[in-house]
C-alpha cells in the first residue's frame, strides 16, 4: 500500500501530530438506479484524528450521508478504502455510536430500554450499564424519564435518549448524521451546546453530518465541505475559535468570516442564488 | 407529537372507554326492543322471524345441546385458527428473508386466495372425510391468508435506519429479527389475527354444511330442516357469542403485547 512509504517518508510528522484513526482513502460509490449509474461519491480522502470533531456540510444528496454510511461499513465503498484504528471496513464497523435524523427508538422499549439496546444486542451484561444509562441521561437533562415510552417525549427529548443509546457502551467514534435536522431552532441550539459538552466530556472522535453551515462550525474543528453530486470534498476548513465555544460566537468576526467562506463555497457551485 | 399530550390523556379516557361500551349497547338494545315489539305485534310469522324473547327462552332451554355442539365447532375454529398462526407467521418470515420463496411460492399464495373457499370445500371433505381434520383445514384455508400477508407487511415495515443501527451494533440477522422486525410487525399480525378469528368461524361453518354430524353449522341445518326457525336464532346467537369472546380474547392479547402502539395509545384521539 502507498500509506507504507508515506510514513516511512514522514515519522517524525505523524508522531507528533494525534493519531490518525479513521482514513478515507479515494473512496467512490456508485449506485445503479433506472439501469444508468449513478455516482454519489467521487474520490473523497479524508483523514480524521482521533479525538477530533469534523462536521462535513453539503447540499442534500451530496452524498454526506453515504460517506458516513460507508465509514460505518453499513454500505460497502466501490472504489478506494476506509480504514479504522489500522483495520481496513468490509463490514459494519462495531466501535462505533452512530445517531441518525430519525431517532430510531423502538416504540416498544421504554427509554432506559431504548438505551441498553445497545448492550442486549452486544450481548454485555445489563447491570454493568443500568447506573451509566441513567447518569447519561442526567447529563441530557432527561433524569427521572428512565420508564417513559418513546411516544411520550418531544422530538427533542427523543433524540437525546438516541444519543445516550450512542454513548453508552463508550465508543471510540460516534457518528451523526444530521441528528438535530428535524428539531425546532430553539432545541436544536440547545442539542449543540450538549453535544459539544459531551464532546469535551468525552473526547471521542466525531463524524456530523448537517446541511447548516452554522451547526457546521459551532461544533467542529474541521469543516468539510462537500459538492453537489457527486460528491465531492470541495474544501477543508480549520475552525480556530476557542471552546468552550457559546452560541454568541456566531457574532463574532471570525466566526462570520468561517461561515462567508463556506457560503462562497455555495455560491460557486450555483447553490445559492441572491440575484 | 409533544410531550404535553400524556397530560391531558388522563382525563379524556375515562369518559371516552364508558361511552364506548355504553353507545353500541343502548344501539343494541333499542333494536331488540323494536324486534319484540314487531313480531310480538304479530307483524311478522314466527316461522320467519321469531321474537327475542323466545329465540333467548329457546338458547336457554335447549343449553347443554348449544354448548355440546358449540364446543365442537370451538374446536374446528381454534384449531383453525391456531394452524393459520403457526403456518401464516413462519411464512411470511420466510417471504420476507428469502427472494427464491418469495418469488417462487408467494404469486401462488395470492392466486391461491382468490379461489373460493366455500367452493373447494366439498374435495376437502372428500380428501379427508366428514371429521374434525375437513373443518379445521377448511377453517385454515381461509383464515390463514390475512396472517400471512399481514405479517409479510409487519415485517417489511422497519425503518431502514433502526435495521443500520442494529447492524452497527454487531447485530446478526437474527438480532435484527428479534428485536426490531418482529415486536414491529406484531400490531400487523394482531390485525391480520382479527381478520383470521371471524374468517375460521366461517370456514368451520362451511365445513359443517358440506358434511358432518355434530356442530352449530349441523345444528342450524337441521333445525332449518324441521322449520324450527327460533332454534336456528338460538345457534346463530350462539356462534354470535362464541365469535366475539374469541375476537376479545385476541385483542385482549394484543392490548397486553403492544400497549406501545398508536392504536392502543390511550386518549390519544380515541374520542
Known sequence: MSLATKSVLAPVETAAEAKTFVR???????????GRALK???????????GEFVSIVGPSGCGKSTLMMMVAGLVPVSAGHIVIDGKRITKPYSDVGV???????????????????????????????????RELLGRVGLAGFENYHPWELSGGMRQRVALCRGLIHDPAMVLLDEPFGALDALTR??????????????????????????????????????????GRIASVIDIDLPRPRRLAIRETKQFGAYAAQIREQFQAFGLLNEG | MSSADTAATAEVTEPSRVNTYLYPTMTALFLILIWEGVTRAGYVSPLILPAPSVILAVSMQKLPLLLQMGGVTALEFLLGFLLSLAVGVPLGALVVY????????????????????????????????????SKVLIAFSIAFFPILIDTVVGLRSAQPETIHLLRSMGG?????????????????????????STLAVVGAIVGEFVSSDRGLGYLVLVANGELDTPMVFACVLMLTILGIVFYFLIEILEKLSVRWHVSARQGVGGH
Open chain 2, 98 to 133: 428469502s427472494r427464491p420463496i418469495e418469488l417462487a411460492f408467494y404469486p401462488l399464495l395470492v392466486a391461491f386466495q382468490t379461489l373460493p373457499k366455500a367452493a373447494i370445500a366439498p374435495i376437502f371433505i372428500v380428501w379427508l372425510g366428514t371429521g374434525l381434520t
Open chain 2, 172 to 196: 446478526t440477522p437474527f438480532q435484527v429479527f428479534w428485536y426490531v422486525r418482529l415486536p414491529n410487525a406484531l400490531p400487523a399480525i394482531f390485525a391480520g389475527l382479527k381478520v383470521a
Open chain 1, 24 to 34: 478515507i482513502q479515494s473512496v467512490d460509490k456508485t449506485y445503479s438506479a433506472r
Open chain 1, 40 to 50: 454519489a461519491v467521487d474520490n473523497v480522502s479524508l483523514d480524521l484524528r482521533e
Open chain 1, 99 to 133: 445517531i441518525f435524523q430519525r431517532d430510531a427508538l423502538l416504540e416498544w422499549r421504554s427509554v432506559l430500554n431504548n438505551i441498553l439496546l445497545q448492550i442486549d444486542v452486544r450481548r454485555l451484561a445489563r447491570r454493568d450499564y443500568e447506573a451509566k444509562a
Open chain 1, 189 to 230: 441550539e440547545q442539542m449543540n451546546l450538549d453535544l459539544q459538552r459531551i464532546w469535551l466530556e468525552t473526547r471521542k472522535t466525531m463524524l456530523f453530518i448537517t446541511h447548516s453551515i452554522w451547526e457546521a462550525i459551532f461544533l467542529a474543528d474541521r469543516v468539510v465541505v462537500m459538492s453537489p453530486r457527486p
